[in-house]
């Protein structure tokens, strides 16, 4: 599937709440402006941890959205504006049976056809993407692990979806000018309802 495919790193609610998750915010400073981004470290303690340690150490200043697909994600975290990539930690387990689902505004985590190969990668959903969701423990059913969604700057988000694109090497879907973040930073706490887990089959 096409967009499946987008989603690989190496070249990329709908249940009811059962309680409150005090989760980190964090800002990305954009070159087209901040988005805000609650994060559920109940719903997905270990992808929380790891987009945390990744904004805490620097990593992520000086990246760039290098896929944008118009109705589908932009995708960001792992390149710079010469579209090298950066070296990463380890990969980490999928959380992807937490819950949480890929709907318009959620963050999940980018990686390759391997369900546990997400490093620092990531993607904020366009739409309501269903089709990324966990659907059970096979690879093909695994889905993309959702860990917090933007609670300000979502027309940031939409801002940048509009931006033109062109393949660049071996990379499509490119913004033809480098859209940067500039800085990604914790900024505070925010109430982000927690979700039921589901069931892994």
Not at 6 to 29: H, P, T, W, Y
Not at 104 to 129: K, Y
Request: include cysteine.
């Amino acid at each position: 599937m096409k967009k499946a495919m987008v989603l690989m790193a190496a070249a990329g609610l709908g249940a009811i709440a059962s309680g409150a998750d005090v989760s980190n915010q964090v800002k990305l400073e954009t070159s087209y402006g901040d988005i805000v981004i609650a994060l559920n470290s109940a719903a997905a303690p270990v992808t929380a941890a790891n987009f945390l340690g990744y904004v805490d150490s620097g990593f992520y200043n000086g990246t760039i959205f290098h896929r944008v697909i118009p109705g589908f994600m932009i995708q960001g975290g792992g390149y710079d504006s010469a579209m090298t990539e950066k070296i990463t930690q380890a990969p980490i387990k999928n959380e992807a049976g937490n819950g949480l689902k890929n709907d318009r505004g959620t963050i999940a985590m980018a990686r390759t056809s391997d369900p546990n190969s997400a490093t620092a990668q990531f993607f904020i959903n366009l739409v309501d993407n269903g089709f990324l969701n966990h659907k059970d423990s096979t690879v093909q059913g695994w889905g993309y692990c959702v860990f917090g969604k933007v609670v300000k700057g979502m027309e940031v988000v939409d801002s940048i979806a509009k931006t033109l694109t062109a393949r660049k090497g071996a990379f499509e879907n490119v913004p033809v000018t480098p859209i940067v973040i500039k800085k990604a930073s914790v900024v505070g706490e925010a109430n982000v309802p927690a979700k039921p887990k589901v069931d892994e089959k």
